[in-house]
T-cell receptor, first 111, second 112 residues
Framework: NAGVTQTPKFRVLKTGQSMTLLCAQD?????MYWYRQDPGMGLRLIHY???????AKGEVPDGYNVSRLKKQNFLLGLESAAPSQTSVYFC??????????FGPGTRLTVT | DQQVKQNSPSLSVQEGRISILNCDYT??????FLWYKKYPAEGPTFLIS?????DKNEDGRFTVFLNKSAKHLSLHIVPSQPGDSAVYFC???????????FGTGTRLKVLA
């Protein structure tokens, strides 16, 4: 039982490049979330999903897209990376939308 | 506008003493609150939660208190241990939204 895994762990992008972050969970959870953590800002919700095939915007969705084609996977896409998207990205899953189980994070740097 | 605030960025406590971490919120629609603990280079881990129908919830050394009229909650850790040294986040949610607003965190250091 791996819990929540995130791929990749680290990435450096140039401005304008695109990439996809993958989150996978093996706990059969309905809810999944993408957050970003910046110094002094806590965790801010980017997008979330309440079930397979659904997505919804969080606090800071601009510049990101998501997809939940399979229940166990939640993908976060950056179409045209900007330096402001330099951050640590955390994925989480939840069985009932209450307590969340977090992945180890992806550290993204955009130069 | 920060709806969930943790006004103390850091806190140092002697081992064996009580640690009290505070959290304030502004949205009266929030009705469920959680505390998470985060070690460096790891994701946050769930600690304890409380719903607005309660004013206290205990789990071992951890107790969360909720004061709805003051829009304030606190996490008490008794006794504090060096392994409790971490960043603690509070988070709040409004019923039916399934999403949480996090505070900025308090870094707790427990001194041996």
């Amino acid at each position: 039982n791996a819990g929540v895994t995130q791929t990749p762990k680290f990435r450096v992008l140039k401005t304008g490049q695109s990439m996809t972050l993958l989150c996978a969970q093996d706990m059969n959870h309905e809810y999944m979330y993408w957050y970003r953590q910046d110094p002094g800002m806590g965790l801010r919700l980017i997008h979330y999903s309440v079930g397979e095939g659904t997505t919804a915007k969080g606090e800071v969705p601009d510049g990101y897209n998501v997809s939940r084609l399979k229940k166990q996977n939640f993908l976060l896409g950056l179409e045209s990376a900007a330096p402001s998207q330099t951050s640590v990205y955390f994925c989480a899953s939840s069985p009932q939308g209450v307590e969340q189980y977090f992945g180890p994070g992806t550290r993204l740097t955009v130069t | 506008d920060q709806q969930v605030k943790q006004n103390s960025p850091s806190l140092s406590v002697q081992e064996g003493r009580i640690s009290i971490l505070n959290c304030d919120y502004t949205n009266s629609m929030f009705d469920y609150f959680l505390w998470y603990k985060k070690y460096p280079a790891e994701g946050p881990t769930f600690l304890i939660s409380i719903s607005s129908i309660k004013d206290k919830n205990e789990d071992g050394r951890f107790t969360v208190f909720l004061n709805k009229s003051a829009k304030h909650l606190s996490l008490h850790i008794v006794p504090s241990q060096p392994g409790d040294s971490a960043v603690y986040f509070c988070a709040a949610s409004a019923e039916g939204t399934y999403k949480y607003i996090f505070g900025t965190g308090t870094r707790l250091k427990v001194l041996a």
